[in-house]
């Protein structure tokens, strides 16, 4: 840590910037030491410490707004986050918040992994203390959102279950795999440390360009906070069924909805008879304003059955609030085509997944012929398909 005075001469605090040199100096000397930086709109562009010389907590903390910890993981090469002030400048342009980034770079800095991994029980253990002072200023563990990048998460975990699992929520980005996968839950991050958890895994086993993977999930978390489209999650045994249209109920979160990058839409058509085989639709959305766009999906190839509903998974680049016409089209699998033959459907229904609140749209007794598209004006679903 070290100061640096801002435009109106009070000081500011910077985070560690150590360089491999001081990795090799850890394997003689091992070195920690956890500096507190405090963000709040009042001094976005200067770090102040969170409790003053004579433990006094800092004027511009707020104890009844909520409070974001935001907590790095391992830099054996000592250099300084490069996603870190501008995550801070993203959450506090989002909400008007505390932000403290938990510098531990001394004691991240290290060639052994091993050490860094020991480490993390000690800052856990050290920023228990800072929240027990926390919550005699009037804080609630309630408001404590922890955000842990790497080890950082597993930092996380350890803080939650030292508050036996009350603080309001822990989210952690990518958490590191190697000394913490398959370890039983008071060895690592587990759901049971917040109210709330959440992760983002972005590197799984460690494939492919392991930095930039591993890293992903912080520049992910930042986008889903700053942009206008909505990230969508389904609860799913595998990515095939994913890609099958089988993850698709968000009932499955009970009370929660889906955890929420384009607008997705589920097409539902069931056939009256065996006509229609095995062949894929494409259809696009036109809306009011005239705009019109094509679905893309996920698996093209449906094979229909009599009676049975399909359901088909599409992705928007753009949201269809207000749908006048949805373009339909079938296309048959089979290397025999047929100009003449029809295809019929019994019902169909669109609904949106992005935004379920939205009524889903209807269509019924529908007559196709292959590679011949045909534009239906749905209207609001009955209560019992014809």
Same mark, same amino acid.
């Given at each position: 840590?070290?100061?640096?005075?801002?435009?109106?001469?009070?000081?500011?605090?910077?985070?560690?910037?150590?360089?491999?040199?001081?990795?090799?100096?850890?394997?003689?000397?091992?070195?920690?030491?956890?500096?507190?930086?405090? *963000?709040?709109?009042?001094?976005?562009?200067?770090?102040?410490?969170?409790?003053?010389?004579?433990?006094?907590?800092?004027?511009?903390?707020?104890?009844?707004?909520?409070?974001?910890?935001?907590?790095?993981?391992?830099?054996?090469?000592?250099?300084? @986050?490069?996603?870190?002030?501008?995550?801070?400048?993203?959450?506090?342009?989002?909400?008007?918040?505390?932000?403290?980034?938990?510098?531990?770079?001394?004691?991240?800095?290290?060639? #052994?992994?091993?050490?860094?991994?020991?480490?993390?029980?000690?800052?856990?253990?050290?920023?228990?203390?800072?929240?027990?002072?926390?919550?005699?200023?009037?804080?609630?563990?309630?408001?404590?959102?922890?955000?842990?990048?790497?080890?950082?998460?597993?930092?996380?975990?350890?803080?939650?279950?030292?508050?036996?699992?009350?603080?309001?929520?822990?989210?952690?980005?990518?958490?590191?795999?190697?000394?913490?996968?398959?370890?039983?839950?008071?060895?690592?991050?587990? *759901?049971?440390?917040?109210?709330?958890?959440?992760?983002?895994?972005?590197?799984?086993?460690?494939?492919?360009?392991?930095?930039?993977?591993?890293?992903?999930?912080?520049?992910?978390?930042?986008?889903?906070?700053?942009?206008?489209?909505?990230?969508?999650?389904?609860?799913?045994?595998?990515?095939?069924?994913?890609?099958?249209?089988?993850?698709?109920?968000?009932?499955?979160?009970?009370?929660?909805?889906?955890?929420?990058?384009?607008?997705?839409?589920?097409?539902? #058509?069931?056939?009256?008879?065996?006509?229609?085989?095995?062949?894929?639709?494409?259809?696009?959305?036109?809306?009011?304003?005239?705009?019109?766009?094509?679905?893309?999906?996920?698996?093209?190839?449906?094979?229909?059955?009599?009676?049975?509903?399909?359901?088909?998974?599409?992705?928007? *680049?753009?949201?269809?609030?207000?749908?006048?016409?949805?373009?339909?089209?079938?296309?048959?699998?089979?290397?025999?085509?047929?100009?003449?033959?029809? *295809?019929?459907?019994?019902?169909?229904?669109?609904?949106?997944?992005?935004? @379920?609140?939205? @009524?889903?749209?209807?269509?019924?007794?529908?007559?196709?012929?292959?590679?011949?598209?045909?534009?239906?004006?749905?209207?609001?679903?009955?209560?019992?398909?014809?």
């Amino acid at each position: 840590m070290c100061w640096v005075k801002s435009e109106n001469e009070r000081p500011c605090l910077e985070f560690s910037h150590l360089s491999i040199k001081d990795s090799f100096r850890d394997l003689f000397i091992p070195r920690i030491e956890i500096i507190l930086m405090m *963000y709040t709109r009042n001094n976005l562009n200067c770090a102040k410490p969170l409790f003053e010389h004579n433990n006094s907590l800092n004027v511009n903390f707020n104890t009844q707004k909520k409070t974001v910890w935001l907590i790095h993981g391992y830099r054996p090469m000592g250099s300084i @986050p490069s996603w870190l002030q501008n995550f801070v400048s993203i959450l506090l342009n989002e909400e008007d918040m505390n932000v403290i980034v938990v510098d531990w770079n001394r004691g991240a800095t290290t060639f #052994i992994y091993d050490r860094a991994v020991k480490n993390t029980r000690k800052v856990a253990v050290s920023l228990s203390g800072h929240i027990k002072n926390l919550l005699k200023h009037g804080a609630s563990l309630d408001n404590f959102h922890f955000i842990g990048m790497s080890l950082g998460a597993h930092i996380s975990g350890f803080v939650g279950k030292i508050f036996n699992g009350q603080l309001g929520r822990i989210t952690g980005l990518d958490p590191a795999g190697p000394k913490f996968s398959r370890k039983p839950p008071y060895r690592r991050l587990d *759901y049971t440390d917040a109210k709330f958890v959440d992760v983002i895994h972005s590197n799984s086993h460690g494939i492919k360009f392991i930095k930039c993977n591993h890293e992903r999930a912080v520049h992910l978390f930042m986008a889903s906070l700053e942009t206008n489209c909505n990230f969508i999650s389904f609860p799913c045994h595998s990515y095939k069924d994913y890609k099958t249209s089988l993850c698709v109920d968000c009932d499955s979160f009970k009370e929660k909805s889906c955890p929420w990058l384009a607008y997705y839409f589920i097409l539902s #058509i069931t056939v009256p008879d065996k006509t229609v085989m095995d062949g894929f639709f494409s259809f696009k959305l036109l809306n009011q304003l005239g705009m019109i766009e094509e679905a893309r999906f996920y698996k093209k190839n449906k094979p229909l059955c009599k009676l049975q509903e399909i359901k088909i998974l599409a992705q928007f *680049y753009n949201d269809f609030a207000n749908i006048s016409s949805i373009g339909l089209t079938y296309f048959q699998s089979s290397n025999m085509e047929c100009s003449t033959c029809t *295809y019929k459907i019994q019902s169909l229904m669109l609904k949106s997944l992005t935004y @379920p609140e939205r @009524p889903p749209l209807c269509g019924y007794n529908i007559v196709l012929k292959e590679k011949e598209e045909v534009f239906l004006y749905p209207n609001a679903c009955t209560a019992k398909k014809t």
